[in-house]
């Protein structure tokens, strides 16, 4: 199947299934407790394992998330073994993404702030393609430009005073360059 063609809303089921039946096996060979919310979000599947134990839990995001990345990217490989497909299925623990979102947000509106009260860029830390789409479409939405540089895992993104109405067509490209699911 094509990146560009749209997966259908039983594909995306299916693929939400099979990785729920997947973190099931891992979380009773890790003899944690948790529960397996799916569906369907903004296109794509979603998987989330909340629990009422935060002990347990906690384990399963790991220090910046590094173990929450590491089940979504072996539970992606589990769904293409079992549809032949690439997926972009999200794995989310106790609602880490949504206070990761909420946390870039914040960085991103204070180098925002920097940004005009100096009219200087301000670079960002390094970050994954993820990150960076959720600090571009923030600076879009403030009216102001950004755009990535370096190369992985060293890429970061650098914000800017808006200059002219040329900058909104760089602003796209480069915000769907960073868009890649690979690291959500």
Known sequence: MAQDDAKTIDQLNEEADIAADYLEGLLDIADYDGDIEMGVRNGRPMVQIVADDDTDIKHLIGRNGEVVDALQQLTRLAVQQKTGERSHLIV????????????????????????????????????????????????????????????????????????????????VDDAADDAAPADE
């Open 92 to 171: 989310d623990v106790d609602g880490f993404l949504k206070h990761k979102r909420q946390h870039l947000r914040n960085v991103a509106l204070d180098a925002i702030d920097e940004v005009r009260e100096t009219g200087e860029p301000v670079d960002l830390k390094p970050m994954n393609s993820f990150e960076r789409k959720i600090v571009h479409d923030v600076v879009r939405e403030e009216g102001f430009k950004s755009r990535s540089h370096g190369e992985e895992p060293h890429r970061y993104v650098t914000i800017y005073l808006k200059s002219s109405a040329a900058d909104d067509a760089d602003d």
